[in-house]
Structure formats: C-alpha cells, structure tokens
C-alpha cells in the first residue's frame, strides 16, 4: 500500500509539471525587419488561454500551456492578421512574417474564430471582438450590441456605455461621433472601450471613449444600410441610412438619421410656494419634437506613411409645444383664478466639420493634425399667458444665439518595445454671441473662452503588470461682457492593470479634470421666467474640478465575463443654484462656485454567453452622494438581452433610469423599456416588430426645487408611454466581389492551414 500511496503522490506531481510548456517566436515583416506590439493570442475552446504583446525585437513568449490544441492569432492594425492552428506537446519557437494589408484582388485574410468571449485588459480599458454572428449583423449598431460595456440603441443607432457619460467614438483613432451607419461589421478588427483615456481626451470633457479599429478594403467597394422603424399612427418614428464606396487609396460615406415624435400628449400639475404665496396650475399639452442629422465624410491614403480623413455633419432639434389649462393664485389677501396658455418654439441646428492627419515617420512613430469648427445656432421662443379677472401676467421670451468654436489638435506618438509616449497640444477658442430681442430692453450677452492645453501620456504594456500616466495642463482666458478671468488647472489620468491570471486582472485609477460652466450659467440676464421665479447666470463662475479614485476587477471564465468596479470622487467648486427675494416677492435663481460634494458609486457589469444562442448582461449601480445638505443615495439597473435561433432573433432591454440629484433639486427616475423581434428574410432583408415601453415607468416624470423659502413641484403624465408597438425594416446591400485566393502562411510549423474567405 504504501508503494501504490507513494506512486500515485509522484504521479500527482509530475502531472502538472509535464503539463506545462512554454511557446516563443518572433515575427518580422516581408523585409525580415522585427514587428514590435503585434499582438499574439492562443484560443481554446472558445476562451482566451493566452495572450502577449512582441517586444522592440519582434519576439515574445507565452508559458504555462497544457496539452492539447489551440487556435493562435497574430495580428496588428496595418498588416494581414494570421490564424494559425497548434497542437501542443513540448516547448516550440515559431517564426512568422506579417505581411502589409495587399492589394489588387488578394484581400486581407479573414479571422474566421469565434473570439467572443476573449477580453484583453489595458491600463485604460478593456479590448473585445465580435462573433462570428455579430460580423454577420445587418449594421454595425447590431453587431456592437454584443460588447460588454457597451449600451447600444439598434432602433436610434446611439451608443453610450453601460453607465452612461457622455463617449466620444474613434474609427482606428479618428473621432467619427456615432455616424457609424457606413461601417461593415465584417471589417471590425475589435473594440476597445476605455474607460480611463489619457488627459488628451480629458480637455473635452470626455472620461469614456469607444475606438472601433478595422481593416481597411483593398478593392473597390460599395455598402448600402437602411434602416426605418415606426408606429402604425406615425406620431413616433426613425430612420437610418448610410452609404460607402472607395478602395484601396480612397473612400467616401455618407450617413443619416431622421427621429421624430409628434402629437406627444400630456398633463402636467404645477405647484409653487414662497413665503406668502401659493400658486397651483394644470395643464393639457402637446409637443412635437424632430431630429435630423447628415454627415459626409471619407478618407484618403496618399501613400504609406501620410493619411487624411474628412467629415462634416448637420444636424438639427426643432420643437413645438403648447398647452392650455387653468390656475389659482393665493396669498394673504385674496384668492384667484386664471387662464393659461403657453407656446413654446425651439430650433437649434449645429454645423460640424473635421479634418485630420496622421504622418508616419516610421513604424513606431506618427504626428497628428487635426483641425475641428463648431457653429451652432438656436432661435428660442417662450410666450407665456395667465389671465384672470383681477390677474395678468405675461411674457415672452426670445433668445438667439450664436456659438463659434474652434480646434486645432497635434499629437506626436512614439512606441518602443511594450512602452508607448503620446505628447499632444491642443488650441481651442469658444464664442457666444446671446441676443435678446424681447426684453423690455433688448439685451446681448458676448462670452469668449480661449485655452490652450498641452499634455503628455506614457504607458507600458507589461506582464503582469501595466500601467498609463498623463498629465494635461489647462490655461484658459474668459471675457465675459467685458470682463476678464483667467485660470489654469491640472488635469491628470493615472491607472495601473495587474494580470491576474488567463481569465482576470485587477485596474486601480486616479483622475482629476475640470468642467467648465456652460454658456447658460454664465448670461447674467434672465434666461427663464415665470411670475414667482426668475433664472440668472452668473458671469464671474468658474470651473468646479473632479478628482476620482477607483478600483476595477475584470474576470472571465468561459462564457462569464465579470466587471466590478468602486470609484470615490470628490467635486470642489462645485456649481449649485442659490437665490434671493426681490421686493415684488419672486424669487430670483442663479449659480455661485459654493460648494463641495462627494460620491461613493459601486458599479457591477455581468454577461453571460450561451454560445451562438445569445447572451444576456447586467448593469446595476449604487450611489451615495453626500452634499452639504445631507446624504441622497439611488440604485440603478439594466438588463440586456440578446437570443438568436436560425434566421430569428430577440433583443432588448429594461432599464431602470437614475433620478437626478443636486442640492436643492431632484428629478424622478423612471423605467425604459424595449424588446424586438428580428427575422432575416435574407442576406440582405430583415424585418421586425418592437413593443416600447412594454414595463410602465416613463409615463410619468415628478421634480423638485426646495430652496430657503421657495418650493417648486412639477408632474407630468404622458398619453402614448405605454405598449408602443412598432414596426420596422432593415436593408443591406453591398457589390459582389470575387473570391479571395488561398494564402498559405509563412510559419516553420507543418499545422499551419489555408485560409480562405
């Protein structure tokens, strides 16, 4: 016995050590120069089991293999990515050769591997990549549905992340917003959501970022998608179309989006107290709200180091509402009753145009130049009426305004071994010009802002460690109506990712970025009115400033993907609306840099695949906000759903929305709600059918204002809120091409396969 006790210990322990091998090469260009941060990835059974990144040599390892086969991917934006399959029984050192994208009819080799569920973590974010099923998609929108992290609209075409922000998209790198209808989901290479950017995009505002990186064609080409969904009364619709064509040196797209909602019945309850003033109101209106949006754009590759992209957009909100109803009016020495009728019309339309370049002086060094111009105009009309036997207040309020805003961006890039140095300057000048013409005397307002912003970035790709640095200084001169401030603040994005493992890793951040007061704050003339309250600007505000500090945990196992997060953040200067009584008893509102707050937010993301079936996901949020007066904590939550059998699909999602906190306001959260029904008549035709608002919530919205002595009251009951059924198409069309040719891969291993399309 104590033989076989004894044989069965040693076995037990040879096992594990014979289990483990260890995988190295090198990979080199058609010139046998070294390729440094190509990426190498080993898939088994559809979970990732390995990944690394070359070194400044071309070369790189991967240990702790068992036995068995793996399906080996090595790819980089640039060249034709290779699929290798190899089956592992001791050490090995492969070689292999990336060769540039090519041209004529010899495509790009396709990567035909289900890499669903392969997640690589960076010191800013995470990198996903589609399914096979979601590079089938009929758009783009249906296949980035599928990301983790990712919240996407496949009926209005938006996408944002799971918990919200505001996102700026990157098509490999170059900001595209979400005029994505063009893109073919079989040319996405993956998605890299950054969740801690470098200071670079900190200037803007933006602490979420989405960048798609795809293949370029090499042939000629042409890619139509339509899309249009819509109520049988036609009172809610949308519609979506883009076109592409190009080749190999040339592109062009053009892209729109066309949202409407007419007719959009409610009744709304207003209620107002001051010290010696009671004021309730109810009223029945109707509002019709249009968005429109058109971008053209495209690209040109001059030859292999110089790169242009050009886009410009033109989008456009007109609205219309009126309302009629009645009110009383009390106070201390009598009671009255009045007539209300209210019109509001707005338009605000913005121009935008784009131009960027990229210059490579080699390949591990670029300079970008980008040139940005915003002008956006609005027209804004406010008549108010309240007319009762011994009551009269009107007004009308007409605001026009003008913003002018430019950018000029450089970005110079260099990258050696797992290490990466970005140092970029960015000059932006900001002007609005207000006019208000129906005021008892026509006021203009002029604000300019001019900032200059320099920053770098550093960031090593290591194993098991990684981590990103960047530091951004801000100086910015303000004129408002004359008068001028200046100031400069530090912007800075810190985050460190530790591997933990094949399936997790562990990411601890640090941030801290300004927000500048937006134009409205700023106008120190009456913005909004009605006979107790009044809103004010306030001209001398300044930027309140955000410093963060959070953890993140990433884990895979299988078909489970896991994202827990807590993050502490701490405003100082914050913006809060304070006030005053004037002598005819209305209360005056503006803004001051008063206080500060503090949120405690725990975040948690789940998904879970079920192979080519689907999958379904979890959001859910807890926050804690701690303002000066007093503590306000919420829960927010969303699911996912995403199933697929044959040509038949369900998708959609129910989400709880979180209520709106300042100090002195609150705004009701409420429930979005939405599911469709898909069926792919073909390649090319797929129709469907959604219910909207199928869980009750959004029908009603309830705010807040408690301020010294002034309280406010609103609640709004929508009409159509509730099983809105629609109905909808997509079309896809794209020009044949011919097949590809074989392309044998050049590896020193006898496995290695012919790939074809």
């Known amino acids: 016995m104590r ?31 070294p390729i440094p941060g190509a990426s190498v990835v080993f898939i088994q059974n559809d979970s990732l089991r390995g990944m690394t990144l070359t070194d400044k040599n071309g070369k790189w390892t991967v240990e702790d293999f068992s036995k068995g086969e793996y399906q080996m991917t090595i790819s980089l934006l640039g060249y034709t990515p290779i699929v290798h399959n190899v089956y592992v029984i001791k050490d ?43 590079q089938n998609a009929m758009n783009i929108y249906g296949a980035l549905s599928e990301i983790p992290m990712l919240s996407v609209n496949e009926m209005d075409h938006t996408i944002s992340t799971a918990f919200g922000g505001q996102v700026m998209i990157l098509i490999n790198g ?36 989405v960048n798609i990186k795809t293949r370029r064609k090499v042939q000629k080409y042409q890619l139509l998608n339509i899309s249009t969904e819509h109520n049988p009364s036609l009172y809610y619709g949308v519609a979506n179309g883009g076109y592409e064509l190009g080749n190999d040196k040339y592109s062009f797209y053009v892209n729109g989006k066309m949202f409407y909602f007419n007719n959009n019945h409610y009744d709304q309850t207003d209620e107002q107290r001051t010290s010696s003033i009671y004021k309730i109101q109810n009223v029945r209106g109707t509002s019709d709200y249009y968005s429109y949006n058109v971008t053209l754009g495209g690209d040109w590759v001059i030859n292999n180091k110089s790169y242009l992209s050009y886009n410009a957009a033109l989008r456009g909100i007109p609205t219309e509402g009126i309302e009629e109803g009645n009110g009383t009016l009390e106070n201390d020495a009598l009671t ?10 707005s338009s605000s339309w913005v ?24 002008y956006n105009w609005n027209d804004d009309r406010d008549e108010q009426n309240e007319e009762g036997t011994s009551y009269l207040y009107q007004n009308l309020n007409r605001n026009k305004t003008d913003i002018y805003k430019g950018n000029y961006t450089a970005v110079f890039g260099k990258s050696f071994g797992k290490s990466a140095l970005e140092i970029g300057n960015q000059l932006q000048y900001e002007r609005m010009d207000l006019e208000q013409p129906s005021s008892v005397i026509p006021n203009n307002f002029t604000h300019s802002r ?26 910015t001169f303000n004129e408002v109506e004359g008068k001028k401030k200046n100031y400069s603040r530090l912007k800075y994005s810190v985050s460190m990712d530790v591997n933990l493992g094949k399936n997790g890793g562990a990411k601890l951040f640090s941030r801290g970025y300004t927000v500048d007061p937006s134009s409205a704050y700023l106008n120190p003339y009456d913005t909004s009115a009605d006979s107790l309250l009044i809103v004010r600007g306030n001209p001398s505000l300044t930027p309140y400033y955000y410093k963060e500090v959070g953890l993140t945990f990433s884990y895979s196992l299988g078909n489970l993907y896991i994202w827990p997060q807590l993050i502490y953040s701490h405003c100082s200067d914050m913006i809060t609306a304070m006030g005053y009584y004037t002598d005819e008893n209305i209360f005056v509102s503006t803004y001051g ?55 038949v699909s369900l998708n959609g999602h129910v989400d709880t929305l979180s209520p709106s906190y300042t100090a002195i306001k609150k705004s009701k959260g409420s429930i979005e709600s939405q599911t469709t029904l898909n069926w792919n008549v073909s390649r090319q035709l797929s129709l469907r059918a959604s219910i909207r608002y199928f869980v009750e919530g959004p029908k009603t919205s309830e705010s807040w204002i408690r301020q010294k002595d002034y309280y406010s009251y609103s609640r709004r009951v929508f009409d159509e809120r509730h099983n809105m ?7 896809r069309w794209q020009n044949k091409v011919k097949a590809r040719k074989a392309k044998k891969l050049n590896v020193n291993d006898n496995r290695t396969s012919l790939l074809t399309e």
């Open 3 to 33: 033989k076989i006790d004894l044989f069965i210990i040693l076995s037990l322990l040879f096992i594990p050590l014979q289990a483990q091998y260890r995988i190295a090469g090198k990979v080199t260009d058609d010139n046998k120069e």
């Open 92 to 134: 090995l050192n492969m070689d292999f050769i990336l060769s540039e994208e090519m041209t004529g009819e010899l495509n790009e080799v396709t990567i035909i591997a289900n890499r669903a569920n392969l997640v690589k973590n960076t010191p800013k974010g995470s990198t996903f990549y589609l399914s096979s099923n979601a």
């Open 174 to 209: 170059v900001p595209r917003s979400n005029a994505l209808e063009s893109v073919d989901p079989k040319d996405v290479l993956s998605v890299e959501v950054m969740d801690t950017p470098s200071a670079r995009y900190l200037s803007e505002g933006f602490t979420q970022v």
């Open 336 to 345: 009255t009753d009045y007539q209300i009728q209210n019109y509001t019309k």
């Open 351 to 374: 121009n935008v145009y784009n131009l960027f370049h990229r210059y490579t002086f080699s390949k591990n060094t670029t300079l970008e130049n980008a040139l940005n111009f915003t």
């Open 450 to 475: 001019w900032k200059e912003y320099l920053y770098a970035d550093y960031t090593y790709n290591g194993n098991p460690f990684s981590f990103s640095t960047s530091l951004g200084w801000d100086l």
């Open 593 to 647: 840099n008063t206080e500060n707050e503090e949120l405690l937010s725990a975040r948690a993301y789940l998904r879970y695949t079920f192979g080519k079936w689907g999958e379904i996901s979890y959001t859910g949020s807890y926050n804690r906000n701690f303002y000066y007066t007093g503590v306000k904590e919420w829960f927010s939550h969303r699911i996912n759903w995403n199933f697929r059998y044959k040509k």
């Open 725 to 731: 059924v629609m109905f909808g198409l997509s079309y």
